[in-house]
């Protein structure tokens, strides 16, 4: 449960530079009779821990649960019928002990399966304009005045969202202080139009909830001088500046402001955990040959096994055979003839087209690098879809099958290749780790004419993601 750290007590004392230094030398030299007297109890060295005590300092409960975080989720009568099973793909209850609920403008029109949260309907909803009454869910959100919460978490409707990965991304923060988490979008054009620095609704933000109680004691005050704003998340952005707090920015929130085919966005995510995907009617189902639903629920059963793996990209080169394999766990591999540079395979292929209808593909500009996407299905790498995932206690296996895009004449290496099958060790995902990520290494274990066998693990100190020669 989260609760308001306590505050040490103050002791009283003389505020002299000779009265300071007294203290300090006699709370010293109590703390060194007390770890004496500790240590001789417990008949070791003065300079050996005992084994118990490390095993209690690394017995310490997380710092966070899914129980800490209360989900609000933004709908409206007309559309929540229709993405009701994008919640469904998310959203477990028995997981969530109920901390996630939907917040509407009215009561829904038609009847809708007990599965989902609890609906909140706040009195006078259906009289505001749509981004107001958005905007004040962080008040509603508060209001409901839920035990043991440490962040509120806003999203949308047709957002995915990876709970396991909002833990261990918010677990790097404290949540007595002020944060407002979130990401900017995608698009350049966007960003430009509506705000570089504030977090997109639809990928969704986070707010610890100290200042969520703060802001919404003032929103009603603020929201008011926004209403020229677009988005309620522009109008929460502006009242959180008013009160001095800016975004703290986490890549892995994805607004998705682009539209068709996300392959070049998602094959090459950046070294950062996967929170969320927004904008789910807008793109083609990621999986070839599935419904958009169908390749959701897919997903959702490699990020169930490792969310903190999903998405993660790694690359590594077969010498013998002259390939470059790049891997996006949990979702597909690409193996190109050839040698091919580190940044090239790490730049993202515009397989996807620009949020704004119209626009030309090659005058699009977007918040990350970008490459060209061969409009000849010949000169692609070739592609490779998830098909299983199974594990154990040693680790987990992951199974590739290929997808044909064409009858291509390949390197002979690749000709017959059908599927791939990755192995990996369960993630270690402590905090450190996450401050300071670094990509995987791999290795090509096995390689013949039908099946690649490649092994994920850590790299070494010094050791480069390279090609050689």
């Not at 005045?145 to 396991?164: E, I, M, R």
Request: with cysteine.
């Amino acid at each position: 449960m989260c609760e308001n750290r306590r505050k040490m007590p103050v002791i009283p004392f003389a505020a002299t530079r000779s009265g300071i230094r007294d203290f300090l030398l006699a709370v010293s030299a109590l703390l060194s009779i007390s770890l004496l007297l500790y240590l001789h109890h417990l008949d070791l060295p003065p300079n050996v821990v005992s084994h118990s005590a490390v095993q209690s300092r690394a017995a310490l409960p997380p710092p966070l649960s899914l129980h800490g975080i209360l989900f609000s989720i933004a709908s409206s009568s007309s559309s929540l019928h229709r993405r009701a099973p994008y919640l469904r793909v998310w959203h477990r209850p028995i997981a969530h002990l109920n901390t996630t609920f939907i917040f509407l403008d009215r009561p829904p029109r038609q009847p809708l399966p007990p599965s989902l949260p609890p609906i909140i309907v706040p009195p006078g909803a259906a009289s505001l304009a749509a981004g107001h009454r958005i905007a004040r869910i962080v008040k509603d959100a508060v209001a409901l005045d839920a035990p043991g919460v440490c962040w509120y978490v806003f999203g949308d409707d047709d957002t995915l969202f990876f709970t396991g990965n909002l833990v261990r991304i918010l677990s790097k923060y404290d949540h007595n202080k002020w944060y407002y988490v979130g990401s900017s979008s995608e698009s350049y054009e966007q960003n430009e139009k509506f705000s570089f620095d504030m977090a997109y609704g639809g990928g969704g933000f986070a707010i610890s909830a100290p200042l969520a109680r703060v802001l919404a004691r003032v929103l009603d005050s603020c929201i008011g001088r926004y209403r020229h704003l677009y988005g309620s998340d522009a109008r929460i952005f502006a009242c959180l500046a008013e009160l001095g707090v800016s975004l703290t920015v986490e890549k892995g929130f994805h607004q998705v402001d682009v539209r068709g085919d996300l392959f070049g966005l998602l094959s090459a995510h950046p070294l950062s955990l996967v929170a969320s995907l927004h904008h789910i009617d807008a793109i083609e189902p990621i999986f070839p040959g599935r419904t958009r639903l169908n390749a959701l629920e897919h997903l959702s059963k490699a990020s169930r096994v490792d969310p903190a793996r999903i998405f993660q990209q790694t690359v590594c080169y077969d010498h013998t055979s002259s390939v470059t394999v790049s891997i996006s766990w949990g979702y597909a591999v690409q193996v190109y003839e050839g040698n091919q540079l580190l940044p090239e395979v790490l730049s993202l292929q515009r397989t996807f087209r620009p949020w704004k209808r119209g626009k030309d593909v090659s005058s699009s500009r977007y918040m990350f690098n970008t490459r060209d996407y061969a409009s000849d299905p010949c000169k692609r790498p070739v592609a490779f879809f998830l098909h299983t995932v199974s594990a154990d206690t040693t680790g987990i296996w992951t199974e590739y099958t290929r997808h044909n895009s064409g009858n291509c004449s390949k390197i002979k290496a690749l000709e017959r290749l059908k599927a791939v099958s990755l192995y990996s060790h369960n993630r270690d995902t402590n905090t450190d780790q996450m401050e300071a990520p670094r990509r995987h290494c791999c290795d090509i274990s096995s390689f013949s004419d039908e099946t690649m066998t490649v092994q994920i693990r850590k790299c070494g100190i010094l050791e480069l993601i390279a090609m050689r020669g």
